[in-house]
């Protein structure tokens, strides 16, 4: 009967799964607009997230953007076989960024930013069917970044940033399958920490061979988020020895926040200008997810991520003096492998419309608007590695529709 | 200049909104479940569900009838499947709690005690108890509002059209489930289920009609050996009989025909054999093994002594009355077998059993006079009047687990204030050793067939007229043999009947568990969809729960 101990605690592996397939590449409302491409365009002072070398290109001394997004997603979940169905009722995510960057000297730039590249909350309907993987997760990590910038050649920018990730999570599931204290009540795991720190850092390159025609790389290192001080909570178990007992206990486990290089081309011609990125995220990394709870008990779960690619165009118009307009367009492919399809992470490859726009109250003052409409395609997937305690594995199946709204706001400033 | 921008740029923004609308239309599946486009009704009509039926159909379990079994009786998960093709409410006469048991005007009925939960410990798991906690329902307190679910824990076939079944006058003659729900003090069953006009029914009665008789050991009478008159009037039965196949089939076409008199369809449901459940098989009747350290080095005094007694029952003309223990393979419980006449009413047989009560002293080194092992004869021999070996074709029922491993205290303290050393006497009344189980807690072969007759001619019954009347009929018998024997596989799981484990049956061995009544409804739910071509999909029993953990217990 330990096993049962060791199993619910094991299943809280889950907890963390859903950071993979949901990167959220919110950082900044001019980028997004125009398919959240970057790694070659110094529009702002947004360029500290998107390549730190684009800094020192910035035209005035003191830059500062500011902004941020309602993330209004939802999944709808389906299993013909046995007729149920749930909606998640997420609250509304609000990532946000704030960037500041100012010029030393003509080939000299430091700058800080603050931004929220995880995040998510997934609400399932309390005890719905897929309730013994998640109930309820809200994961959010918010990086502060330290940058440096500097023009090597005529051509050659080089960035460096320190990287500092504060990482929190709030996770809840029901034990089993069919747990119940003895009122009905579903037995449930909940697990809960923050202020998690992790440091990394991140270095970029922008070759600029003519004047409208830049080339940007920049890559982002892997943080390891090790929470140690976090709580878990048992309740609504039976009162019997043949379960784990109500109350809180520690846990320690670690997340691998992955390392992720881009590779960009931006080419500006008279009010346009176009842009690709390519972007990989070396989620391969995340193996395996390691809890070990205070009473010494250990699980470890495959996860098996693949690294992950996604292709990023995006085009800008200066319709007038004041007007700028974007769009673009995205594909994100997921890292969750078929077979590990969980309902905390019900992000299957999606494709991204954006569009916004900005406009100029004056040189040094505009407003900037964003529109993501985040769409992913109905699949039939399952994740394949729970079972009850001293049990078969039990696939949890089912069909997902997922969508995600993201409309942002920001200004930006110069002088 | 300057307003001429503006003009564009609100045009601009004007189109920017369109798009931002446009895109936030509904986040919907090709095929969308819950907007009902995937499965069909086929030619039934699901509107209003009935059912109909005893505690299965209630969703008793644990020995009690509480809130979580109510909640996953076999017909609201039905239910829940039915609403995917438009089927409405399911109401049930749900009770107050999850305690089980029940009250009349604040007193608690006898009989109806708190459902049983699985006590543990280190170890593991002990056995099951009576969760603690005071009940609640009280069956004065009539349940008022509209009903879908008709079944009446404990109801035989002829209750259910027995006008005052549920009159609180007639206790504890009366059923206090029905009470607790009848429209009025002498309605009936079945006129309350075929006023509720449902366009869809379940009917399944007929399980206690053998049932009582079966887990009693077979202590009713078999109401079904002849068709005399007596027989023929359920009102003049005991609890415990069988009921005679011919009343069976009456009422039962009589409620056939009432609930299907508005059109309604609807599936009948066969009676399960009670070897498919845990009560007759969770104890083995060949249950001594020589590997037991209780009981293998105790073998060689027993069959010495019986080997005496055995003597004496070839000279009185009873060879299969013998009993012996092998050293190799496990040997039968010794029971007490009605059947048999009872050699104790004859002096010679006392009189035999003085000398080998003399031999068995003297092995244990107790000097005992004549007279003294005369009083003992007189005392045992009652005891071994009416014996045989269990075979193994006996069933043993589970309330006899409790017993095995122990004495009977009785006859234990009789034969220590008698003289007798406390280990002598011990080794004389081990319960299914040497002192005889009961003849209740046997099912012998006898007993089995009666059980089967009727339940094979109440089959044939339902089988017929579910035929005559284009009715699905379901195979809960043939159902739970394949749980029974070798289990049945789902996702995540093995579901099988064996005692507590097994997930299929709840804790007093006869009723299902929620994951049981899961399998039930899917079982229905594929008999219905062959016979009326519906397309219902059937529900996940793992999500279901088996027996409840607790230590939670009684004082």
Redesign the interface.
């Known amino acids: 009967?330990n096993k049962l101990k060791v199993f619910a605690l094991l299943c809280l592996a889950s907890a963390f799964a859903y950071a993979g397939g949901y990167r959220v590449s919110t950082q900044s409302n001019k980028q997004l607009a125009m398919g959240h491409t970057g790694v070659a365009v110094v529009n702002s002072a947004d360029v500290l997230f998107f390549n730190p070398a684009g800094l020192v290109h910035l035209e005035n001394k003191l830059n500062v953007s500011v902004g941020g997004f309602g993330v209004f997603s939802?999944v709808?979940y389906?299993?013909?076989?046995?007729?149920?169905?749930a909606a998640t009722d997420s609250p509304v995510g609000t990532p946000f960024y704030a960037y500041v960057s100012y010029a030393l000297s003509d080939s000299f730039a430091v700058g800080l930013g603050i931004y929220t590249p995880y995040g998510s909350n997934v609400t399932w309907p309390t005890d719905w069917?897929g309730s013994h993987l998640v109930n309820e997760i809200e994961l959010q990590a918010i990086f502060i970044q330290p940058t440096i910038s500097y023009q090597l050649f005529e051509n050659v920018s080089l960035g460096v940033g320190a990287m500092i990730a504060i990482g929190s999570v709030d996770f809840n599931r029901n034990a089993s399958?069919?747990?119940?204290d003895?009122?009905?009540n579903r037995s449930n795991v909940a697990i809960s920490d923050s202020g998690v720190v992790g440091i990394g850092w991140n270095a970029g390159i922008m070759f600029t061979p003519t004047d409208n025609l830049s080339i940007g790389f920049n890559y982002r290192s892997l943080i390891d988020i090790e929470s140690e001080d976090g709580e878990a909570t048992f309740s609504n178990f039976?009162?019997?020895?043949?379960?784990p007992a109500n109350g809180t206990q520690g846990f320690t486990a670690t997340l691998p926040l992955p390392a992720e290089a881009t590779l960009g081309v931006a080419y500006s011609c008279d009010k346009w200008l176009f842009a690709f990125d390519y972007n990989r995220a070396f989620w391969s990394e995340y193996e395996n997810l390691d809890i070990v709870f205070e009473n010494g008990s250990e699980s470890i779960n495959p996860r098996n991520y693949k690294d992950a690619s996604s292709y990023r165009l995006g085009v800008q118009y200066m319709?007038?003096?004041?007007?700028t307009?974007r769009g673009g367009w995205y594909f994100d492919e997921s890292p969750v492998q078929s077979g590990f399809f969980a309902p905390e992470t019900p992000r299957n490859d999606s494709v991204g419309?954006t569009?916004?726009?900005s406009?100029s109250f004056s040189p040094s003052f505009s407003i900037d608007?964003s529109?993501l409409?985040l769409r992913f395609k109905?699949i039939t997937e399952s994740y394949d590695f729970?079972?009850?305690p001293g049990?078969?594995?039990?696939?949890f199946r089912g069909?997902y529709?997922?969508?995600a709204?993201i409309?942002g706001i920001g200004i930006t400033y110069s002088m | 200049m300057k307003k001429i921008?503006?003009k564009?740029?609100i045009k601009?923004?004007a189109l920017?909104a369109a798009?931002?609308v446009l895109?936030?239309c509904e986040?919907?599946?090709?095929?969308?479940?819950?907007d009902g486009g995937?499965?069909s009704a086929g030619e039934a009509d699901f509107t209003k569900f009935v059912s109909v039926g005893n505690s299965l159909t209630s969703g008793f379990a644990d020995n009690a009838l509480y809130?979580?079994g109510q909640?996953n009786s076999f017909p609201n998960i039905m239910a829940q499947?039915f609403e995917?093709v438009g089927g409405g409410e399911f109401n049930q006469p749900l009770v107050n709690d999850?305690i089980g048991g029940l009250l009349f005007n604040g007193t608690q009925l006898p009989g109806f005690n708190t459902r049983l939960?699985?006590?543990?410990?280190?170890m593991?798991?002990v056995g099951p108890a009576n969760?603690s906690g005071t009940p609640s329902t009280d069956i004065a307190n009539v349940f008022s509002g509209p009903l879908n679910n008709f079944g009446v824990p404990g109801a035989k076939s002829f209750h259910l059209g027995a006008a005052g079944y549920g009159n609180p006058a007639a206790l504890p003659n009366a059923n206090p489930f029905y009470v607790r729900f009848a429209s009025t003090p002498n309605a009936t069953v079945i006129g309350d289920a075929v006023a509720a006009n449902g366009t869809f029914f379940t009917l399944w009665i007929g399980n206690n009609d053998i049932l009582s008789y079966a887990t009693s050991g077979g202590s009713g009478v078999d109401r079904n050996a002849s068709n005399a008159a007596v027989n023929l009037i359920p009102a003049g039965y005991g609890s415990n009989d069988i009921t005679n196949a011919n009343v069976f089939a009456s009422v039962y076409s009589d409620y056939v025909t009432a609930l299907t008199a508005n059109g309604a369809k609807g599936a009948l449901i066969n009676i399960p054999d009670v070897t498919s459940i845990p009560f007759f098989t969770t104890v083995p009747s060949l249950a001594l093994s020589p590997l037991d350290p209780n009981f293998g080095p105790q073998i060689p005094l027993l069959n010495q002594f019986y080997g005496g007694l055995n003597s004496i029952f070839v000279a009185f003309g009873q060879p299969n009355r013998q009993v012996q223990f092998s050293t190799t393979a496990a040997s039968g419980l010794v029971v007490r077998d009605n059947d048999l006449a009872d050699l104790s009413m004859n002096q010679a047989f006392v009189n035999a059993l003085i000398p080998l009560i003399q031999g068995v002293a003297m092995q244990a080194n107790v000097p005992i006079s004549p007279a003294q092992a005369a009083g003992l004869a007189q005392i045992l021999a009652p005891q071994f009047g009416q014996i045989r070996q269990a075979t193994a074709n006996d069933l043993i029922t589970f309330p006899a687990a409790s017993l095995l491993g122990g004495n009977n205290q009785a006859i234990f303290s009789t034969l220590t204030s008698a003289g007798l050393p406390v280990e002598l006497a011990g080794a004389l009344t081990a319960n299914g050793v040497t002192f005889p189980l009961g003849d209740n807690f046997n099912l012998d072969e006898d007993e089995q067939a009666s059980v089967t007759a009727a339940q094979t001619s109440y089959n044939a019954t339902i089988a017929s007229l579910a035929a005559a009347n284009g009715l699905a009929l379901v195979d809960a018998r043939s159902a739970l043999q394949q749980v029974a024997q070798g289990g049945v596989a789902f996702?995540?799981?093995?579901l099988t009947s064996t005692y507590a484990s097994g997930g299929a049956f709840s804790l007093d061995g006869v009723h299902p568990t929620?994951?049981g009544y899961a399998f039930t409804a899917n079982f229905i739910i594929d008999t219905i969809n062959t016979t009326y071509g519906s397309t219902?999909?059937?529900?996940?029993i793992?999500?279901?729960?088996?027996v409840?953990?607790?230590?939670?217990v009684g004082q």
Do not use: C, H
Not at chain 2, 542 to 546: L, M, N, V
């Open positions: 009967m939802d709808q389906q299993n013909t076989d046995t007729g149920a169905f069917e399958r069919s747990l119940t003895e009122q009905g039976p009162n019997s020895p043949l379960v319709a007038t003096d004041a007007l307009l419309y569009a916004g726009l406009y608007a529109f409409y109905e729970y079972a009850d049990e078969q594995p039990a696939p069909t529709k997922s969508r709204l409309p | 921008n503006m564009n740029s601009y923004i920017f798009a931002a895109v936030s986040n919907e599946f090709d095929e969308s479940i819950e995937v499965y809130l979580e909640q499947q995917l999850n939960v699985l006590t543990g410990n280190a593991g798991p969760i996702n995540g799981g093995f929620p994951r219902l999909p059937k529900v996940n793992g999500q279901y729960k088996t409840q953990p607790s230590n939670s």
